[in-house]
Structure formats: C-alpha cells, structure tokens
C-alpha cells in the first residue's frame, strides 16, 4: 500500500506527536542540543491537546500514512509575523527518513499549501530543509531568530508567485 496523505483527525494526534519526536531525533542530531532531543517525549500530552484545540478550532493537520504507520505531517496557519507581507505561514512539515527525498515530500508541500506564497522558519544549519524548500521555490529572506523551543538558529525563507 502507498503512503496516503489525509486530513488528520483527533485519533490520530498521539501518534503524529510521536512520528514529530522521531523526526526530529532522525533529523536533528548535532542541530539541536541533546537535552531537548532527550526531552520530546515529556511533550507528547502537550502537544496532543494544543493539536486538539486546533481541530476543534477548524485548524486542518495533515497526516500521512503508510499503513498502520504515520510517516509524515504538516500544517499552515495564518501568518504572525509583521515584517513581512505574506499571510501564510507553513508551520510544519516532517517526514521520517524513510520516505524522504520521495515525491511524497513534494506531495505534502502541496497538500499543505498549495502554490501559495508562504514563507516559513527552517534550522539554520539544516541544509537538507533548505534545499527542498529552495526548490519548491523559497529563498531566504534574511531574517533570523533563535527558536525557544528548539533553542537552534533559524533563518526564514519566502516563497512569493511573481
């Protein structure tokens, strides 16, 4: 069975915490401090409620599947940055590494925004991320920022239609 990228539901939100988990243990490695890679899985109720008030709210997260297996998620959420003139953000997308460098990576940006302008914060060390981003078309903007939670360098990159 192919993997299956579909709107999430609240069944679904514990395992798409802990495939998030595993995705950033898979991904981060030298990126983000050990502690906090350590530490995901305190976060896992935290994040299963904060996703709930989200679906409740009309918030979509999009889940993939391949079988039983959640494999992947993303979401976009109205933007909150008032430096720049786009109102999209893309919140997150992760995907394990198995089914990275996939056309599924391709699929889900899709799903999740579209073509869209958007722009979104990635790792400023992950040049995996920005190159995928980079050939989706984004490009960095120049705007920087230490994540609180992954207390990592990020830079953000924009992608607007011409």
Same mark, same amino acid.
């Given at each position: 069975? #192919?993997?299956?990228?579909?709107? #999430?539901?609240? &069944?679904?939100?514990?395992?798409?915490?802990?495939?998030?988990?595993?995705?950033?243990?898979?991904?981060?490695?030298?990126? +983000? *401090?050990?502690?906090?890679? #350590?530490? /995901?899985?305190?976060?896992?109720?935290?994040?299963?409620?904060?996703?709930?008030?989200?679906?409740?709210?009309? +918030?979509? /997260?999009? =889940?993939?599947?391949?079988?039983?297996? =959640? =494999?992947? &998620?993303?979401?976009?959420? *109205?933007?909150?940055?008032?430096?720049?003139?786009?109102?999209?953000? /893309?919140?997150?997308?992760?995907?394990?590494?198995?089914?990275?460098?996939?056309?599924?990576?391709?699929?889900?940006?899709?799903?999740?925004?579209?073509?869209?302008?958007?722009?979104?914060? =990635?790792?400023?060390?992950?040049?995996?991320?920005? #190159? $995928?981003?980079?050939?989706?078309? $984004?490009?960095?903007?120049?705007?920087?920022? +230490?994540?609180?939670?992954?207390?990592?360098?990020?830079?953000?990159?924009?992608?607007?239609?011409?």
């Amino acid at each position: 069975m #192919a993997p299956r990228i579909r709107q #999430a539901t609240g &069944l679904d939100l514990e395992a798409m915490a802990r495939m998030k988990n595993a995705a950033w243990r898979e991904s981060y490695p030298g990126l +983000v *401090p050990d502690d906090i890679l #350590a530490s /995901l899985d305190d976060r896992v109720d935290g994040t299963v409620a904060l996703w709930r008030e989200q679906l409740l709210n009309g +918030v979509y /997260l999009w =889940v993939v599947t391949d079988g039983d297996d =959640v =494999v992947g &998620l993303s979401q976009a959420l *109205p933007g909150e940055d008032d430096d720049i003139d786009i109102p999209l953000e /893309l919140t997150m997308m992760y995907l394990l590494d198995r089914v990275k460098g996939t056309d599924l990576s391709r699929a889900l940006l899709w799903t999740t925004i579209g073509d869209a302008d958007a722009y979104l914060w =990635v790792l400023a060390d992950n040049t995996r991320a920005q #190159a $995928f981003y980079a050939k989706h078309g $984004f490009v960095a903007d120049g705007a920087r920022r +230490v994540s609180a939670r992954s207390r990592a360098e990020q830079i953000r990159m924009a992608r607007r239609s011409e």
